[in-house]
């Protein structure tokens, strides 16, 4: 049975969450406080942390960056909660480690269903396969692992599903559509704009080699081959 942390202030909507994740077969526990939340991690880790950006004492980005700061506590799969107007909020969540971000207001169905993805694809098991290498990049799969130019650059555990899923496609244009279902394992009937923060997101840390991860405009994403004229 997979431990969810929820940390959000609005009690009534805890609450909501926290029936309907105990009905979907989730253990749960409730915080309402950052730093009741850090507590509460402490004391019994959790899988999952569902996390609201906007908390009365410690912000959402400031439990995050203590949870990834924490060595029991840096693999936690990290799930924030924003308003569709937080854009650039989102955006610091990825910076510090976010996995995943579910916009407000949202069906809890979809939010157990995200959650189901999200722990599944962290359970499976990665067979020992050789690096990837493109040019000045290598995405070392078995060792979880990315380098640009040779040094090495950290990623969340979505961006680096994201990187393996279009470096295994090189050249193949992937739409949005195609990644939610293949790398966030969602229904692509789901929202997309996620898709689109974690690829700038993902694009910012690939540094001089940023050209690579290619928009196809109107269709999706895709790596590009460097020595491909």
Known sequence: MSHVLIVDDERDLAELIDFNLRGAGFSTRLAFTGEAALAAAREQSPDVVLLDLMLPDLSGIEVCRHLRANSQLR???????????EEA????????????????????????LRLKAILRRSAAPKESVPPLALG?????????????????????????????HLMARLGRVQSREQLLEEVWGLSSSL??????????????????ARAL?????????????????
Do not use: C, W
């Not at 693999?75 to 107007?85: G, Q, R």
């Not at 950290?154 to 599903?161: I, V």
């Open 191 to 208: 929202e997309t704009r996620t898709i689109d923060t974690h690829v700038m997101r993902l694009r910012d840390k690939l540094g001089n």
């Open 89 to 112: 909020d989102r955006i610091r969540g990825f910076e510090v480690g976010a996995d995943d971000y579910v916009v407000k207001p949202f069906s809890v169905r979809e939010l157990v």
């Open 213 to 229: 991860l290619e928009t196809v405009r109107g269709v999706g994403y895709r790596i590009v081959d460097p020595t491909a004229g």
């Open 136 to 164: 000045p990049l290598r995405l070392d799969v078995t060792a979880h692992r990315f380098y640009v130019e040779g040094q090495e650059t950290s990623l969340t555990a979505l961006e680096f599903r994201l990187m393996e």
């Open 75 to 85: 693999d936690v799969l990290i799930v924030m909660l924003t308003a569709k107007s």
